[in-house]
């Protein structure tokens, strides 16, 4: 909805009535997180939950990081609770993803799904809908960084790249938003819903020591997507964002440095802050991307890198 024009006489004075933590929660959304289950995925739907938010979170994982149970313990605390879709296929729904507490409200539910296939991905949207009642949000964090020389990329490993990365990203997305626009806006809340993608630093540059040509087109398709529809969903009162990390260490980084202890060096050496990243370093920025903290941002990129993006010294 388009605000009144501003004169003279009418300057707004929102600022004088609104609370800035009022601004950043989360309370009563429903937020999808794809890829949520292990790595910057779960470390931002812990992040949703301690914004007050309620949590879908999809992914493809036969089991979830260890982690994901003290996610429960997260949203407990803050009379939130951890299920599986009753609808889902039995070989998901045995999965051990702990049991629900009898004493708090539904938050956090688990939807095993496939990001690449379009009508399973559907089917699991529907599930939520059914389950939440609505979309208010979507992280799409589920993604795979292949590091293989260009001249010997498989052609299979490059198309499973760009179907997780890119493909899943437009289809995760396509989902929610058309689910943001059927439902009305929650009251007090500005727009029908946000979406943040999860770029890189590598839509940006090459890493060093590293090969990663189809992740870095890949991440390269994201943030165009993100530009076209930050424009394209305006109209829909839908905000579209991306944050791009650097290096960030998860079990992913950790196990790759034991394969290869050069690139713990580079890890924290390239970036000017002379250190890794860490996930807490993401975990503000998503909040606020979701939140009406950013009500007037869209089609905008969050570079959080240690300032790598700028160069190095």
Excluded at 189 to 217: E, F, L, N
């Amino acid at each position: 909805m388009a605000s009144a024009p501003v004169n003279a006489s009418s300057v707004p004075d929102g600022y004088l009535s609104t609370n800035f933590m009022d601004l950043l929660s989360l309370s009563r959304t429903v937020q999808v997180v794809t890829g949520g289950a292990r790595g910057i995925g779960l470390a931002l739907a812990f992040a949703i939950a301690e914004a007050g938010g309620q949590i879908a979170i999809i992914d493809a994982a036969p089991e979830p990081h260890a982690n994901y149970a003290l996610l429960q313990s997260a949203c407990d605390k803050v009379e939130y609770y951890q299920s599986v879709s009753l609808s889902l296929p039995l070989a998901f729904a045995s999965l051990d993803y702990g049991t629900p507490s009898t004493d708090a409200c539904e938050c956090l539910r688990g939807h095993r799904s496939d990001v690449t296939d379009h009508g399973r991905l559907s089917n699991t949207f529907e599930d939520i809908v059914r389950d939440f009642g609505r979309v208010d949000g979507i992280i799409t964090a589920a993604g795979i960084c292949p590091d293989q020389p260009f001249l010997s990329r498989d052609p299979a490993s490059v198309k499973r790249c760009l179907e997780i990365n890119t493909l899943g990203t437009y289809y995760s997305v396509q989902l929610a938003a058309a689910q943001m626009t059927k439902q009305p806006t929650l009251p007090g809340r500005a727009g029908a819903g946000s979406v943040v993608m999860i770029a890189s630093i590598a839509a940006h540059q090459a890493s060093k020591d590293q090969h990663t040509s189809d992740y870095c087109m890949s991440k390269g398709g994201v943030l165009a997507l993100t530009k076209q529809l930050g424009v394209e969903l305006a109209s829909h009162q839908i905000r579209v964002n991306c944050l791009s990390p650097g290096y960030i260490a998860t079990d992913m980084t950790a196990e790759l440095i034991e394969k290869r202890p050069l690139l713990g060096e580079i890890f924290n050496s390239e970036p000017p802050m002379k250190r890794i990243g860490d996930r807490k370093d993401l975990k503000a920025a998503a909040v606020f991307l979701l939140s009406d903290g950013s009500a007037y941002m869209t089609d905008a990129e969050m570079l959080i890198t240690g300032g790598m993006h700028a160069g190095r010294i």
